[in-house]
């Protein structure tokens, strides 16, 4: 039940999201989205056979072939977060719990990266299970692309949180990798989805957008997390977040609410 | 060297360092890919924070040459290389302008509560060499304890200022406006205020017969040299310094630290090597050769609590101090929007945008395993302080552009989303948040299982 203090808080929140929603235009993104979902099989494709070899490492008892595989199974998978919390959020929570996971990516990180022990076989069984299912699901879901814009805007403002206590994948280090997946994911769905039809709308506004891409990817091309200019990291993910929220109008959709529960 | 003007100089600072934060659960820097060296310990979980106590706010409010100087205070910005990318700044070991007993940076410190401002970290090039670290300081009343750092080298506080950001953490060159804005902060803070010290320093009131003794023992002179006592140096009716170097037998000349509000400044001396006021008291007994009874002692302490007392010393962390923090930083974009002053309209919204971030995660997000219900509530309320992280990203945009209007346009969008929406959102989710302390305590001991599972096998 929501009382009316917190209806008024909501409107003017509404009213902040909605702001930039006058001119809308109507695009077409059929043939994108069907060129993204081949891009998301993949990455989730990646996920699953990476969790696959690190279920059988880590039965084997081969803690460098199962940290390794959990690498390569990890990198699907944040490739795809433009679309995994939105999409699938029971299946993300499973998959991507934290901070004391008992299931999912971060019980096996902790597992293989902190403990050194190769004892996961319940966690291994339970991932390749959600990812299948995940993938399984790929198929035939429909996709919308404000659900991918939202996603991209939403992990684009992630990625310029603090670092500064490790990260996501402390555990493993693989925190900067974690965020060059995501730039990835967000970089191939706005170049794939939208950046035509943004180049048709507004093409300075197009231009931005892939500047401040490409200035998030610059950054994030540090050799370590250690390197990264935390201020500048936030400023160009904060630019860019902007920069797609006004793209949201030119391509007819709605301007992103930052959090799905408030959408 | 000559130790002459033995005094209790380090008497002085003082007890109950225990108190300090009630709640706090100690959650280190995690990991190997951190700015920080692993375990660093910061302290910036706990739910109790010192009060900050204004001298300016007393007759009316902050100027803004003050609350510029506390955003400069809280911001990394100012600072450089590793303090900068570690979020580190001036309010990381001055919390809330005063110390932080719990900061501890491995191959910086030998224990809580110091840090060696000369180490390799934060400016290679100010290395020393030499593990020497010193306790962190409380600034209250700084403005009556000149001169300044451990050993009293510097008459000015800008000076000090000023050789902390370059010459300690390898900071740019300050403008001289947040010079003098830092400066005019810090002597902004006071001492919490004793009801028990009385003018010329005196104790007042309901005394008990305990702290009565030490009183009159303070004042007497040393057995073995009359010239000398403890109220020699710690001048009662002038902040309890005397503004001058002793030796008192701890390894060098080190400046006479106040006793005002010294019981919340654990630990003492100049290295922070005592945790209370009885190894202080037992150290000048056995230094000076006073010749104490065990009752002296106990009466020297029990006169030191009650100087160094002060009220409230501290304050729940909940989402409406965030705020009240956030609000006065806030004031300095209220002049320097309309001014188009770009460069401290850029360190505001990088410093307020900070905070903001900060304040969002104490309200976990639903992959947080720790917490469960509120899931509605939480994200509002993430939502909105996302929400204002952005609009002052945008006045910073605007301002850079020369786009004066929209940037007011945007504040008064700001500030309406503060008084209106996000003070209610936020209340909603408290129940849900880290300023919950059984969902504060389920989510840091889940962080420092992980963290202890990692050292345990490296």
């Known amino acids: ?263 | 060297m000559t130790p002459r003007r033995f005094s209790i100089a380090a008497l002085v600072l003082g007890v109950l360092g225990v108190i300090a934060y009630s709640r706090a659960v100690a959650f280190p820097v995690g990991g190997e890919q951190t700015a920080l060296p692993p375990t660093t310990e910061l302290n910036e979980d706990a739910l109790d924070k010192p009060r900050e106590v204004f001298k300016s706010e007393i007759a009316g409010a902050k100027s803004y040459v003050i609350s510029l100087g506390d955003l400069a205070f809280n911001s990394p910005g100012i600072l450089g290389g590793v303090a900068r990318r570690g979020g580190v700044s001036c309010g990381t070991c001055h919390v809330n302008g005063t110390g932080n007993p719990k900061l501890f940076m491995p191959k910086m410190s030998t224990r809580p509560g110091n840090f060696d401002t000369t180490g390799p970290l934060f400016n290679p090039k100010a290395d020393n060499f030499v593990l020497d670290p010193v306790r962190i300081p409380s600034l209250r009343g700084a403005r009556y304890l000149a001169p300044y750092g451990h050993d009293g080298r510097m008459a000015s506080l800008r000076d000090f200022v000023r050789t902390v950001i370059v010459g300690e953490f390898a900071g740019p060159e300050p403008s001289p406006m947040i010079l003098d804005a830092i400066v005019a902060y810090i002597q902004d803070i006071d001492f919490l205020p004793n009801p028990s010290l009385g003018p010329g320093g005196r104790l007042i009131g309901r005394i008990s017969e305990s702290e009565r003794r030490g009183e009159a023992l303070f004042m007497k002179p040393f057995p073995h040299d009359p010239s000398l006592s403890c109220a020699g140096c710690h001048i009662p009716s002038g902040a309890f310094v005397d503004h001058r170097q002793h030796n008192v037998g701890s390894g060098g000349l080190f400046k006479t630290p106040t006793l005002r509000n010294a019981d919340f400044n654990a630990p003492y001396f100049h290295d922070g090597r005592f945790d209370n006021f009885d190894q202080v008291v037992e150290h000048f007994d056995r230094a000076f050769d006073l010749g104490l009874a065990t009752q002296d002692r106990r009466d020297l302490v029990a006169y030191l609590t009650a100087v160094g007392d002060g009220m409230q010393p501290y304050e729940h962390e909940g989402a409406g101090a965030s705020l009240k923090e956030i609000n006065s930083f806030t004031t300095v974009l209220g002049t320097a929007i309309p001014a188009g002053d770009k460069p401290v309209v850029s360190l505001a919204v990088d410093t307020i945008g900070n905070e903001l971030r900060e304040l969002t995660e104490r309200y976990p997000d639903r992959k947080d395993t720790t917490v469960s219900g509120g899931e509605q509530q939480r994200g509002l309320a993430r939502m909105a302080l996302k929400e204002l992280v952005l609009t002052l990203r945008r006045i910073d945009m605007a301002v850079t552009d020369g786009r004066t209007r929209d940037a007011t346009a945007e504040f008064k969008n700001f500030r309406y989303l503060m008084v209106a929406a996000v003070p209610a959102l936020l209340a909603r989710a408290e129940p849900w948040s880290l300023f919950n302390p059984t969902v504060h305590d389920a989510h840091y001991a889940a962080l420092w299982q992980v963290i202890q599972t990692t050292r345990a096998s490296r």
Request: hydrophobic share 45%.
């Open chain 1, 1 to 263: 039940m929501i009382d009316l203090k917190t209806a008024g808080c909501l409107a003017l929140l509404a009213f902040n999201v909605n702001a930039a929603n006058a001119a809308a235009n109507v695009v077409s993104f059929q043939e994108p989205v069907k060129n993204y979902r081949s891009y998301l099989i993949e990455g989730i494709g990646q996920a699953l056979a990476g969790a696959r070899r690190l279920h059988d490492r880590a039965v084997a008892g081969d803690l460098q072939g199962a940290k390794a595989a959990w690498i390569s199974a990890r990198a699907g998978w944040e490739r795809s977060e433009v679309f995994t919390a939105g999409f699938v959020p029971e299946l993300d929570a499973q998959i991507d719990a934290w901070p004391n996971a008992t299931s999912g990516f971060h019980a096996v990180e902790t597992a293989l990266f902190g403990a050194g022990r190769t004892a996961v076989e319940e966690y291994t069984t339970a991932l390749v299970k959600h990812l299948d299912q995940l993938l399984g699901s790929l198929r035939d879901m429909p996709l919308a692309p404000q659900g991918l814009l939202d996603g991209a805007v939403r992990l684009a403002y992630e990625v310029g949180d603090s670092k500064a206590d490790g990260g996501e994948s402390r555990v493993s280090g693989t925190s900067l990798d974690d965020m060059r997946n995501n730039v990835a994911g967000i970089s191939f769905a706005y170049r794939t989805i939208f950046a035509k039809s943004l180049q048709e709308a507004d093409g300075k506004l197009a231009t931005t957008v892939t500047m401040q891409l490409d200035r998030l990817i610059a950054i994030i091309g540090a050799p370590d997390l250690r390197r990264i200019d935390a201020l500048a990291l936030r400023r160009a993910s904060e630019e860019l977040v902007i920069a797609l929220q006004s793209a949201s109008n030119k391509l007819g959709l709605r301007r992103t609410a930052l959090e799905p529960a408030a959408q």
